[in-house]
């Protein structure tokens, strides 16, 4: 028998300082704060007298059951280094109804007048979660814990990690990031040591690989080929190291990265079942500006209407509740699952096997990679990182031109998703940003249609950071709702407000257009405000020669004028396009897929990156 750590104790001073009003992610007590004081002489943290430090958190709960499943674990154990008199308890975390319920399984009590490793074996539970509190009866030292697990020696892999990261004009996050990873997880004594290597592929050429590069990171300047073309060029790099990695891990630059993400991405990977080995490791992103809140740890892509979006909803992962809820997704499946790059960790095997990414920029390319190698995903608690400007946000250009752009070709040339119409909601949303009078957002969307339409040799060809910046010019140019003249309300009013509209105002809204029809005495004069996102409701819309576009995440806004001779043009080309779409696309498609094996070569990426 071999044993491993699993997963560290996770304190306060083992992360970013942004995490310090985040308390109930780590550890709490009664009151809901940080139980702890720090003392930075010794290094430990004190739990003083009469408190109780509560695990029973996202970072600090053992999932019994997903070890249990994805490993071969003989039996685990809780070590703290720890010095005082106090008692732990451990608990089993379950629900049979709505509330969380718990079981004590473990009470001991301890008097350590010197420091030493207390080891407590926990309970072999089917239950999901495990927690302990830990009780000070006097002032106690904490220096820090984990979990173990014991291992046969046959069920303990050699792991390898390249980790690639990208960036583009985000010098401040990428600069923090690689701080963080030479002092806690390149340094010496760290357990990544010698198992992982760092690349930064630097698409702004900004940055100074002399002063950055060291035994286990490198910088490579790249020329700006978006996100693909970033994480491809460390995919190739990662193969071409002297000692070949067993898996590549791809990661953005705008994130916030604590280093247990990565201790524990190594300790799981070092341990899996071979049924679980090809499998993607799919990271949880939160978000930046909301921290508590997880957004995403696999999304899908909806059969129904084409939609990307996550398998879960948002979750306060402060609240144990929430917490609970996240495990009722375990080994949960959907067709059409994929993981996101933000923080996904592939298996070398796959991209050997089945090729590079398609060359896309951005957008698209995580999607189709994961649908393409259908691996299957692992996620564990504490695999994540804090995505900037990721959640709740809506470029236009991104989301209506380049999503839509991207989808059509990454269906066309590797097959994914081959009963999605990405075309029907193309054409669905055209008409709803006609009807709210965002024709440059209609226009968009057209694009979309006529670029993928032009075959597969114009888009190898393509310029993708120009024909971003040109599609980014149609965006509506939003300013601050304090700045609108003439509608000193704007800022009042809810843009997510709903307004029911009756059959027969229905019938009038699709029938007219949304009043392109009607003669203008049949329209209200007075402007009403509408959300600038995907939230449409047409009874806001309705019979209003003015709309004001919100967006509610950072107050600005865009007054939308009805203006006839864009909507008729716009909708002549819709015409077109979608009468030159129906008779060719099959043709189209077809050149797509021929084309795919040769955009997913090494050969054609080391061409296009200029290798």
Not at 450 to 458: A, N, Q, T
Request: proline residues 4%; hydrophobic residues 35%; glycine residues 6%.
């Amino acid at each position: 028998m071999q044993k491993l750590k699993i997963q560290n104790v996770v304190l306060p001073m083992d992360t970013d300082a942004n995490f310090m009003p985040y308390c109930e992610l780590i550890a709490k007590n009664a009151n809901y704060r940080s139980p702890f004081v720090y003392d930075c002489g010794q290094g430990c943290h004190i739990i003083p007298k009469y408190t109780t430090a509560d695990f029973m958190t996202y970072y600090n709960c053992f999932q019994a059951k997903r070890w249990k499943t994805y490993t071969n674990m003989q039996k685990a154990m809780l070590e703290l280094d720890i010095e005082g008199s106090f008692c732990i308890e451990i608990y089993e975390i379950f629900k049979n109804s709505d509330n969380v319920n718990f079981r004590l399984a473990v009470n001991k009590a301890y008097n350590e007048e010197q420091r030493r490793t207390v080891c407590i074996e926990l309970p072999d539970s089917d239950r999901e979660l495990l927690g302990f509190k830990l009780a000070a009866i006097n002032d106690t030292k904490l220096y820090s814990g984990c979990f173990t697990g014991e291992f046969e020696e046959s069920d303990v892999r050699s792991v390898k990690i390249s980790l690639v990261t990208t960036t583009f004009k985000k010098q401040p996050y990428i600069k923090n990031n690689i701080a963080m990873l030479k002092s806690k997880v390149l340094c010496e004594n760290s357990d990544l040591k010698g198992s992982i290597f760092v690349h930064v592929i630097d698409n702004e050429r900004a940055l100074d690989p002399e002063s950055y590069n060291c035994e286990d990171l490198k910088i490579y300047p790249n020329p700006n080929t978006g996100g693909a073309g970033g994480f491809t060029r460390g995919m190739i790099e990662a193969l071409a190291l002297p000692q070949k990695p067993t898996h590549v891990l791809l990661m953005d630059d705008d994130v916030m990265l604590t280093a247990e993400s990565l201790f524990r991405t190594y300790y799981l990977l070092r341990t899996l079942k071979d049924k679980y080995s090809e499998c993607f490791l799919s990271g949880a992103m939160f978000d930046y500006d909301i921290r508590e809140r997880q957004y995403e740890d696999v999304g899908y892509v909806r059969k129904s209407n084409g939609e990307y979006g996550p398998l879960k909803r948002a979750m306060d992962m402060r609240s144990l509740y929430e917490v609970v809820n996240n495990e009722k997704y375990f080994e949960q499946e959907m067709p059409y699952s994929y993981a996101g790059w933000w923080y996904c960790c592939i298996p070398a095997v796959h991209i050997e096997r089945n090729g590079l990414p398609l060359p896309v920029f951005v957008r698209g390319d995580d999607v189709e990679f994961s649908l393409r190698n259908n691996p299957g995903f692992i996620t564990l608690n504490g695999i994540c990182i804090w995505h900037v400007g990721f959640a709740g946000k809506f470029n236009a250009a991104m989301e209506l031109y380049q999503v839509h752009r991207n989808s059509f070709i990454i269906q066309a040339a590797s097959g994914i998703c081959p009963d999605v119409n990405f075309y029907k909601r193309i054409t669905t949303q055209f008409w709803k940003e006609i009807t709210r009078f965002a024709y440059g957002n209609a226009e968009l969307l057209l694009d979309s249609i006529d670029d993928f339409m032009k075959g597969p040799e114009w888009f190898v060809k393509l310029n993708g950071e120009q024909s971003l910046k040109e599609h980014a010019a149609k965006n509506e140019k939003m300013i601050p709702v304090s700045q609108l003249e003439g509608y000193p309300n704007a800022g009042k009013d809810d843009p997510h407000e709903y307004v029911k509209l009756g059959k027969f105002s229905k019938l009038i809204y699709m029938i007219t257009i949304n009043g392109h029809l009607l003669p203008g005495f049949m329209l209200r004069r007075y402007p009403t405000v509408i959300s600038y996102d995907w939230f449409f409701v047409p009874g806001k819309n309705f019979r209003r020669k003015t709309l004001i576009a919100v967006n509610s995440n950072d107050k600005t806004a865009f007054v939308r004028h009805m203006s006839r001779k864009r909507c008729f043009a716009l909708i002549k080309r819709y015409r077109k396009i979608t009468k030159n779409y129906k008779k060719n696309h099959k043709r189209i498609e077809q050149e797509y897929r021929n084309k795919f094996a040769e955009m997913t070569s090494f050969e054609f990426w080391k061409e296009y990156l200029g290798i």
